[in-house]
């Protein structure tokens, strides 16, 4: 199952070069594999994506330990050139961090920074909370109105919550899907004020590349937006998914369900295509395949976050006693992907699926209306939700919730 993307690659040059009759009249060929070289030497670069996929995989692994302060959680997440936040010493070395990245993109938040402050709060809170809420009560038991730890039902798994049944750690990995990777690929490496920026259109029609490096800058621009999702791939020219705990492996689940199966070719050959559209001076074809991209990650985000908050709904619902860990586990998952709603773009426009306003909207009816959060919450409203994104995005409840 996880060829098959370089499985249905190998045959996709036949079907670009042979039966896409706009892209033969222009000569652009899908190639195999994400793979582009200029004098023999290979153009493709990313490495910035895949230290702050390294960055953000430590920090989220971190909100477990209970150990670690409040200071030393912010301090990964906010990380400074040499300071040793990580255990992986190249990560330390890096004059890179996940905090200045996030609601961060050229078309949503370069002249919105009251929205990107808030975004930025948000994610500082939850750092914050884990250790100076959660991992104080980590032996205490959780419930209404107390953070503490609950196991779930019939399995030794144990689960960890703020005061309002938060998972604090599942809000933080599933914020940053939408916040970190989804914004920056979407709505800055992938926009025009990014990829046409000063004389990028010229030096690329020029071949003319950034000194001491075999890339022109829109090339480059164009790898950055694919090293957030294949990043941390063994062999990123020939993805085969589930390779972090972000983007790309919920992309391979949302391709394994049947209602949605192809999902991940479909992004993966237009990133190629739209790379190799770039090579040969086409930016209408590039363009195209930046609309490809856009409607298909958000669609990602979308179904995953209708799909566990049904899971959750189940869990409620069920007759006897609730397993309240899981159920919980569920909605933290779920209030993570309809946070990233926001990030999320509707292909054509300059505009989220979801605004800043309607997500908060969603934030308050999951957490702030009820006293005790989603000790509090109804079937009733996780499946209005549920109606309400999926209708956004064309899909019905009953296919995402899978």
Same mark, same amino acid.
């Given at each position: ?36 070289? *200029? ?58 961090? &996940? *905090? ?7 078309? #949503? ?62 809000? &933080? ?19 025009? @004020? ?20 075999? /890339? ?29 705990? #972000?983007?790309?492996? /919920? ?16 992004? /993966? ?38 799909? /566990? ?8 619902? @069920? ?7 899981? @159920? #919980? ?5 779920? #209030? ?24 908060? @909207? ?41």
């Amino acid at each position: 199952m996880k060829k098959f993307l370089s499985m249905a690659a190998a045959a996709v040059v036949l079907f670009v070069s042979c039966s896409d009759d706009d892209n033969e009249s222009n000569n652009i060929q899908n190639p195999a594999t994400y793979s582009f070289t *200029r004098n023999g030497e290979s153009t493709v670069s990313f490495g910035g994506q895949t230290t702050r996929i390294a960055m953000a995989t430590e920090l989220v692994s971190a909100l477990s330990v209970s150990t670690n302060t409040k200071e030393d959680l912010l301090a990964m997440f906010n990380h400074q050139l040499g300071e040793p936040d990580f255990t992986d010493v190249n990560l330390n070395t890096s004059d890179k961090n &996940v *905090r200045s990245k996030v609601a961060a993109s050229a078309d #949503f938040f370069a002249t919105n920074t009251t929205d990107a402050i808030a975004i930025k709060a948000d994610f500082d809170s939850w750092i914050s909370e884990q250790a100076d809420n959660v991992f104080v009560n980590w032996n205490v038991s959780a419930g209404a109105g107390v953070a503490g730890n609950m196991q779930q039902l019939g399995s030794t798994t144990v689960r960890y919550f703020n005061a309002k049944g938060l998972e604090l750690n599942q809000a &933080v990995a599933k914020g940053l899907i939408g916040g970190l990777m989804a914004d920056q690929m979407l709505n800055n490496y992938l926009s025009d @004020a990014v990829l046409d920026a000063g004389a990028n259109v010229t030096n690329n029609d020029s071949d003319v590349v950034e000194e001491g490096k075999s /890339y022109t800058t829109m090339e480059h621009k164009w790898d950055e937006a694919y090293g957030y999702l294949y990043g941390a791939e063994e062999n990123p020219a020939s993805p085969v998914l589930d390779a972090d705990r #972000f983007l790309n492996t /919920y992309l391979r689940q949302v391709n394994d369900d049947a209602n949605f199966a192809g999902i991940a070719d479909e992004v /993966y050959q237009a990133l190629k295509l739209g790379r190799a559209a770039i090579v040969a001076k086409n930016y209408t074809v590039r363009d195209a395949q930046v609309a490809v991209v856009r409607e298909n990650i958000s669609k990602v985000i979308a179904v995953r976050a209708v799909h /566990y908050l049904q899971g959750a709904k189940s869990d409620l619902e @069920a007759e006897g006693t609730v397993d309240y860990a899981h @159920a #919980f586990h569920e909605l933290s998952e779920g #209030f993570g992907f309809v946070y990233s709603l926001q990030f999320t773009r509707k292909p054509g426009t300059d505009v989220p699926y979801f605004t800043h306003e309607e997500v908060n @909207a969603y934030v308050d009816a999951l957490l702030n209306d009820n006293t005790n959060g989603f000790w509090d919450v109804t079937p009733e409203t996780l499946d209005t939700i549920s109606a309400e994104i999926a209708a956004a995005f064309g899909f019905t409840v009953e296919a995402a919730a899978n």
